[in-house]
Antibody
Framework: EVQLAESGGGLVKPGGSLRLSCAAS????????MNWVRQAPGKGLEWVSS????????HYADSVKGRFTISRDNAKNSLYLQMDSLRAEDTAVYYC??????????????WGQGTMVTVSS | QSVLTQTPSVSGAPGQRVTISCTGSSSNIGAGYDVQWYQQLPGTAPKLLIYGNINRPSGVPDRFSGSKSGTSASLAITGLQAEDEADYYC???????????FGTGTKVTVL
């Protein structure tokens, strides 16, 4: 059974930093592009960042560019999101999601349960 | 602010058919990028419902179907059931933003 488990969320002050992790099991992690998607309380989904299977291609939403850094360790089946200079508007549930189960379709096919990040003084 | 616009809410009685629309532009859906649909039950993570405009992953009931035309896409739910009460999101890629975009979301209520 495929499992994606996010961790690292919590309460942080504006301007602070946090590192999220996503541990994958039950799949060939190194074969999938990985992504972070967030959802602010009571709001819709927002794509945050993507990293290709071999880390060659990395993309960010404009809202986090220059502040967030995505990375992965295929040997550890893990995905990371380093979040710096956090703002109140970064408060959200952060989900990790795979892309690649259905070939080249841009579908986020498997999702973790999410981890909550709250930015508040 | 999302670049894909959805009707905020739709409702229907059990057994009825409802449709959810997703309106984009020439830089996303209209540019030929595929549309995906996700179902988010209350308090849970999103689940992929439709990929590549019309394809259902294994395990998704055939009551759910997707279509795309021009700068818009639609999700239809036939034979509406109580367990279909959820939020639904469309998603595509936007060349102007160089990133993935989600719709504003539609809440489906089963009367």
């Amino acid at each position: 059974e495929v499992q994606l488990a996010e961790s690292g969320g919590g309460l942080v002050k504006p301007g602070g930093s946090l590192r999220l992790s996503c541990a994958a099991s039950g799949l060939t992690f190194s074969s999938y592009s990985m992504n972070w998607v967030r959802q602010a309380p009571g709001k819709g989904l927002e794509w945050v960042s993507s990293i290709s299977s071999g880390s060659s291609f990395i993309h960010y939403a404009d809202s986090v560019k220059g502040r967030f850094t995505i990375s992965r360790d295929n040997a550890k089946n893990s995905l990371y999101l380093q979040m710096d200079s956090l703002r109140a508007e970064d408060t959200a549930v952060y989900y990790c999601a795979t892309k690649g189960r259905f070939g080249t379709f841009d579908a986020f096919d498997m999702w973790g349960q999410g981890t909550m990040v709250t930015v508040s003084s | 602010q999302s670049v894909l616009t959805q009707t905020p809410s739709v409702s229907g009685a059990p057994g009825q058919r409802v449709t959810i629309s997703c309106t984009g532009s020439s830089s996303n859906i209209g540019a030929g990028y595929d549309v995906q649909w996700y179902q988010q039950l209350p308090g849970t993570a999103p689940k992929l419902l439709i990929y590549g405009n019309i394809n259902r992953p294994s395990g998704v009931p055939d009551r759910f179907s997707g279509s795309k035309s021009g700068t818009s896409a639609s999700l239809a739910i036939t034979g509406l059931q109580a367990e279909d009460e959820a939020d639904y999101y469309c998603q595509s890629y936007d060349s102007s933003l160089s990133g993935y975009v989600f719709g504003t979301g539609t809440k489906v209520t089963v009367l």
